[in-house]
């Protein structure tokens, strides 16, 4: 038959580009001059394969835009206080408006006209007599909040990245995920819940000022202005438990994480316990040097989101910009603490919401289980196809084990990710692969039961068989390429190798089972057909 | 070697009322499972909480597990034995999903070393969905098996039919009333039923037996193994969304097969009666039918057997799914023609 030279090239084509692009994933050394020349990726396992941690964030950027306003409510005060505008309140409110109580209402115009050169991401939103005065309510610029919250996202996306990288972990893979979202995936990770800690925390570091004679058993209430009760973590050496206790802090923030440039886990030679040392920068020394130097004999609180590890009492003034935070910590905490603390603060909050780890054990059962039921399922239908098709069905079966070659050739062509469903995706071709064959050798069956020569018979049979099975097998492929657009993870790792594996059905199955024929007949004169 | 000898012939035909009743029944069945269970019963994928796969080093039951966890509020219900009962493997489930740096599956190990000592049991597999995400995979799923639905129908009734025309109107006109019920708010578990009633009505309406059969067989297997998920209690998760989607593609596969057949079948006679025109199609086929399905059944039935834990369901759907869809293929899709013709008297034999 014409062209049959033309078929065995291109048959011989896709087989050599497969050989190539599986050589890197069989673990055989490859020469030197292989890298870089020819494709050198191997198939990338899923995270249900090769165990690992898939983590999905949402960064509470709105809480940076809040955090923004806070910092600004300082600065105002000041500014007001050098335009001689009496106020009696500046504080944000819960809906994240900046709300200034001024005594009466005649500075208001002087007030907008400072607010509108001093603070121009600022918008006067409402103002009001109230019954003790004048009120009057700002916001920020939607533009202005936007690009923050923006700034939130990939600020802590890139503080993340830094952190996972200083823990050390292979081929990670953060990304962003719509508007504030991050995707997460730590292939491999053998400790989740440390991850996690690591990862999640906050780390916004403040030093601040215990309130001295403040009761931290006194009701909120109660409290003398400008002080709050904060949960403490304190190791008891007795007991050698952590205990959680309160203390009474000032609110202002004497200094904050920001200015840190390095830390370290030491180990305290006396007690032989770790902690944390901190190296401010030039800025952050002197302030350090300037608090510690205002506040001698006072007890200077260490605060880590909002909990108190170390209250120490200052002995002297500090120079040289150098702290420590001690606490009760294992060598791990104090290790995270301290790579979190060199990453710096998220600038916003980060909550989980989704989370799917799969330990490196269940891993690989998975693929144990999978190859094995691949294995025996590919056995069966091979043996099968012998005992019911006979010679025919030898060359249905060499069809189908180079499909298995080609699917997996071209997961690592595609650089697809072979998942549990993917695997039995591949399984479920092996079963729907034949299908091809079995229709054709069926109509074959039936052509020659009607008379015809074993060649005619062959050529009706792929003729009129084609189209049917193109047909049936675009319904999957529609079904599969859907599942792709739609799926996640583990669904589109089945939608991969499904549609993978129906294309390369279609060729191993009418292509080089054909050609395998017309080899036997034109080429080998042979004159009847085991089938 | 032949299972089905050439000369077969079964009066698929004359069965198709018992066919019907038994479809009905199953479908019927079905839809009362899902009622008497109050819905499906929706994964962490879709419902949002926790589930947490966990191996004991030692054996243990269900109500040691439930003791040691009683202050987290997991029932009896919420822990299942999977594996192999020397496995000692057991699934956690908990509606709880946090969305904070806190785990429920922390609490869960730290209660369990409590109870039955620090490393005797261990995490294989957690699986924390929030609300947020469970939505949108929601969300995601129905929309998967919308655009599914509609290229399948598109698809069949462009090829059965060989009128792309046709088929373009109507694509056009599930679009438009899939948009126009859209802008009344209904939600997309309703717009997706309504796009199968609009789907089935435009193939009445624009006389279109093939792909009305096709895409009536299809609705029966999902129904069915979708119905046997409700009554055996068995979790609806995106896998298994994923095998439903295979199944529609697969199970299309044979009914193709018989309809290129009768096709084949009525361009070569045009004066036979169309019943028996149709039965000796089927019978044809009948062999090949079998032995596609046949060999992928093998096969599946090995992925349920020898898959594992992680793997089952979606096998299990995959099984089911693949011999209703034989059984739809012979039974239900063919004979329809024979039922749309009886019908609408204008003639499958006519147009075709």
């Known amino acids: 038959m014409k062209g049959l030279k033309w078929r065995a090239i291109l048959v011989a084509v896709v087989l050599l580009a497969a050989v190539v692009y599986l050589l890197p994933s069989l673990g055989v050394s490859l020469p030197a001059w292989w890298h870089g020349t020819l494709p050198d990726e191997k198939i990338h396992l899923g995270l249900d394969l090769q165990g690992g941690m898939h983590l999905v964030l949402e960064v509470q950027a709105e809480e940076a835009v809040k955090t923004t306003l806070d910092r600004l409510i300082d600065e105002l005060k000041e500014t007001l206080r050098k335009e001689k505008i009496g106020f009696r309140v500046v504080e944000r409110n819960p809906a994240g408006h900046l709300v200034i109580q001024l005594p009466d209402g005649s500075r208001r115009d002087r007030l907008r006209e400072v607010l509108d050169k001093e603070f121009p991401i600022l918008e006067w939103a409402e103002a009001m007599e109230t019954p003790d005065g004048f009120r009057v309510v700002c916001r920020m610029k939607e533009k202005e909040a936007a690009h923050i919250r923006q700034l939130a996202v990939s600020q802590a996306l890139e503080t993340i990245r830094n952190r996972i990288d200083q823990f050390g972990v292979s081929e990670p893979d953060i990304r962003p995920q719509g508007e504030n979202r991050i995707l997460i995936q730590l292939p491999g990770i053998k400790d989740p819940k440390r991850a996690l800690d690591l990862i999640g925390k906050t780390a916004v570091l403040e030093f601040r000022l215990v309130a001295e004679g403040v009761d931290p058993r006194t009701d909120a209430a109660a409290l003398p202005a400008g002080v709050k009760i904060y949960p403490m973590r304190r190791f008891d050496p007795n007991t050698g438990r952590t205990i959680e206790a309160k203390i009474a802090l000032k609110d202002r923030t004497l200094l904050t994480g920001e200015y840190i440039t390095n830390a370290n886990v030491r180990i305290d030679s006396q007690y032989n316990t770790p902690y944390v040392a901190l190296e401010f920068d030039p800025q952050g020394a002197r302030i350090f040097e300037r608090i510690t130097g205002e506040n001698v004999k006072k007890q200077l609180a260490i605060v880590l989101d909002g909990v108190v590890y170390s209250a120490p009492v200052i002995q002297e003034k500090i120079s040289g910009g150098r702290a420590s935070i001690t606490g009760s910590f294992t060598m791990e905490e104090a290790r995270d603490l301290a790579i979190v603390l060199r990453a710096g603060a998220l600038p916003a909050p980060v909550v989980i919401l989704e989370e799917r780890t799969v330990g490196p054990s269940l891993g690989a059962d998975s693929i144990r289980k999978g190859f094995l039921s691949m294995v025996v399922g590919s056995v069966a239908v091979v043996l099968f196809m012998v005992l019911y098709y006979r010679f025919s069905g030898i060359v249905a079966d060499v069809a189908l084990i180079l499909n298995v070659l080609l699917i997996m050739a071209g997961l690592a062509a595609f650089q697809a990710t072979l998942t549990l469903p993917g695997i039995a995706g591949i399984i479920l071709t092996i079963g729907m692969a034949v299908d091809a064959n079995v229709l054709i050798f069926e109509r074959i069956r039936e052509e020659m039961r009607a008379g015809k020569t074993p060649k005619a018979a062959l050529d009706a049979g792929y003729s009129r068989a084609t189209l049917t099975i193109l047909d049936a097998n675009i319904t999957t492929l529609i079904a599969a390429l859907v599942m792709f657009q739609f799926g996640t993870g583990p669904v589109k790792g089945f939608a991969v190798t499904l549609s993978i594996g129906i294309v390369a059905s279609l060729f191993t199955a009418i292509v080089v089972t054909r050609l395998i024929f017309d080899y036997l007949f034109i080429e080998r004169r042979m004159r009847t057909l085991s089938i | ?352």
């Open chain 2, 1 to 352: 070697m032949e299972f089905i000898r050439p000369d077969i012939n079964i009066n698929f035909v004359g069965m198709r009322m018992k066919a019907i009743a038994l479809s009905g029944l199953l479908i019927l069945l079905g839809i009362v499972a899902i009622i008497w269970r109050g819905g499906l019963n929706m994964g962490v994928d879709f419902s949002g909480g926790t589930l947490i796969q966990v191996k004991f080093s030692e054996t243990t039951t269900p109500d040691a597990i439930r003791d040691a966890l009683k202050e987290l509020g997991i029932g009896r219900s919420a822990i299942q034995q999977v594996g192999a009962a020397s496995d000692n493997e057991y699934i956690i489930r908990s509606d709880i999903s946090e969305e904070k740096a806190k785990r429920v599956s922390d609490d869960i190990q730290a209660r369990l070393d409590q109870a039955f000592g620090p490393g005797k049991s261990t995490i294989l597999r957690v699986e924390m969905v929030g609300p947020k995400v469970g939505h949108d995979l929601r969300q995601k799923a129905l929309l998967a098996i919308y655009y599914a639905l509609l290229f399948i129908a598109l698809y069949i009734s462009g090829r059965f039919e060989l009128k792309w025309g046709t088929s373009g109107v109507m694509a056009a006109a599930l679009l438009l009333g899939v948009y126009l019920l859209g802008l009344t708010g209904l939600s997309m578990t309703y717009l997706i039923i309504a796009a199968l009633a609009i789907t089935l009505v435009l193939c009445w309406i624009l006389k279109l037996p093939y792909a009305l059969g096709a895409v009536v067989a299809l609705i029966h297997d999902v129904f069915i193994t979708v119905g046997l998920f409700a009554l055996l209690n068995k979790e609806f998760n995106l896998t298994i969304v994923a095998a439903l989607l295979t199944i529609v593609g697969y199970s299309l596969n044979d009914t193709i097969i018989v309809y290129d057949r009768i096709r084949e079948n009525l361009r070569a006679s045009r004066k036979s009666d169309l019943k028996e025109l149709i039965n000796r199609s089927i019978n044809q086929t009948l062999s090949r039918t079998l032995l596609t399905s046949g060999t992928t059944l093998v096969v599946v039935i090995f992925l349920f057997v020898l898959g594992g834990t992680v793997i089952h369901d979606f096998a299990f759907a995959l099984l089911v799914g693949i011999v209703v869809g034989t059984y739809s293929s012979i039974f239900v899709a063919s004979p329809l023609l024979i039922v749309f013709e009886e019908w609408s008297k204008s003639g499958v034999k006519r147009r075709a």
